[in-house]
T-cell receptor
Framework: DAGVIQSPRHEVTEMGQEVTLRCKPISGHDYLFWYRQTMMRGLELLIYFNNNVPIDDSGMPEDRFSAKMPNASFSTLKIQPSEPRDSAVYFC????????????FGSGTQLSVL | EDKVVQSPLSLVVHEGDTVTLNCSYEVTNFRSLLWYKQEKKAPTFLFMLTSSGIEKKSGRLSSILDKKELFSILNITATQTGDSAIYLCAVVLPPSGSGAGSYQLTFGKGTKLSVIP
């Protein structure tokens, strides 16, 4: 299995622009998580899905952030409009029901908002 | 308020040294604690601990959990430059809010380990 796949690896954009991050979980995994990592706050859970349904989005910082999972093999995290304080590494992770709580992470998207 | 606290935040050692990384937590309904290693990209899984006092070991790395005192340690013996990374501790929390949903991981801020030749 190729593991969790994220794209793009790097994204540089200007303040006010829309940013879309993409994730393909491991096949057969029915939980998908979006995390954000910064030096100040570490890894923070933004939102997670089970069977494509958003379960808990309490970590989403504000209405500028939205996430979707239209099918079992694809999810997006969108920021509109982006701001410099959104600059961070965004990770997607997945795991399977009934398995351990161990998460498998993608390589992340390094987002820089200028 | 942080539920998972790691110490030290950073550490510089020489090759061959032994290091101990600490993780303390404050959660109810504890299920398990996980350690991850993060080099330049994705965090990779090291250990999952659920039972107190039972050491998990993999090569030069080992970890143990103390559920009474609410902490875990990660030991690395005979460190090598390839051990340089951020080590993350995560605790499994029960579902938030009404209880719907799944258990999820809450991470500490990590310990940045630098091993110099």
């Amino acid at each position: 299995d190729a593991g969790v796949i994220q794209s793009p690896r790097h994204e540089v954009t200007e303040m006010g622009q829309e940013v879309t991050l993409r994730c393909k979980p491991i096949s057969g995994h029915d939980y998908l998580f979006w995390y954000r990592q910064t030096m100040m706050r570490g890894l923070e859970l933004l939102i997670y899905f089970n069977n494509n349904v958003p379960i808990d989005d309490s970590g989403m910082p504000e209405d500028r952030f939205s996430a979707k999972m239209p099918n079992a093999s694809f999810s997006t995290l969108k920021i509109q409009p982006s701001e410099p304080r959104d600059s961070a590494v965004y990770f997607c992770a997945s795991r399977e029901t009934g398995g351990s709580e161990k998460l498998f992470f993608g390589s992340g998207t390094q987002l820089s908002v200028l | 308020e942080d539920k998972v606290v790691q110490s030290p935040l950073s550490l510089v050692v020489h090759e061959g040294d032994t290091v101990t990384l600490n993780c303390s937590y404050e959660v109810t309904n504890f299920r398990s604690l996980l350690w991850y290693k993060q080099e330049k990209k994705a965090p990779t899984f090291l250990f999952m601990l659920t039972s107190s006092g039972i050491e998990k070991k993999s090569g030069r790395l080992s970890s143990i959990l103390d559920k009474k005192e609410l902490f875990s340690i990660l030991n690395i013996t005979a460190t090598q430059t390839g051990d340089s990374a951020i080590y993350l501790c995560a605790v499994v929390l029960p579902p938030s809010g009404s209880g719907a949903g799944s258990y999820q991981l809450t991470f500490g801020k990590g310990t940045k380990l630098s091993v110099i030749p």
